[in-house]
């Protein structure tokens, strides 16, 4: 009379916000056929998963299985991170954006003083196009 346990459900997807204690919000994509004009869709579906040690970033892939309710939306486990993160989370490309414009104006402004404006030397004409200027400006048809 042993009852067995039925297969649970896996499902691979990319990890978008880990802001909560011991939970990500994983986007699960598929590939749907519209019925009649048949052309392929991508839906994307988020779950709730519980990440005990928070170790899930922003941007990894991830394997989650399906479990017991585990709070009003969780009811998703992480079982293992498939591949981390590529890129940085938005904050943290923030603030290498900021750095990076800082050091782009040291690197602009070099050793002039702060206030004194930047400014390119103006070109010169050359002899050909100070000529036709000259001559447009003084033919009279």
């Not at 993160?85 to 290498?96: G, H, N, Q, Y």
């Amino acid at each position: 009379m042993s009852q067995q346990r039925r297969k649970r459900k896996t499902l691979v997807g990319t990890v978008v916000s880990d802001k909560m204690d011991k939970t990500v919000v994983v986007a699960v994509d598929r590939l749907v056929r519209q019925p009649l004009y048949k052309k392929v869709l991508r839906r994307t579906s988020k779950h709730y998963a519980h990440d005990e040690n928070n170790k899930c970033r922003v941007g990894d892939v991830v394997e989650i299985i399906e479990t017991r309710p585990l709070s009003k939306l969780k009811r998703w486990r992480v079982v293992r991170i498939v591949q981390k993160a590529k890129v940085l989370p938005s904050v943290a490309r923030k603030e290498i954006a900021e750095g990076t414009e800082e050091q782009l104006l040291e690197d602009i402004l070099g050793g002039q003083p702060q206030g004194e404006a930047v400014t390119e030397p103006l070109s010169q004409p050359t002899s050909e196009e100070a000529g036709k200027d000259v001559d447009d400006e003084t033919r009279t048809d």
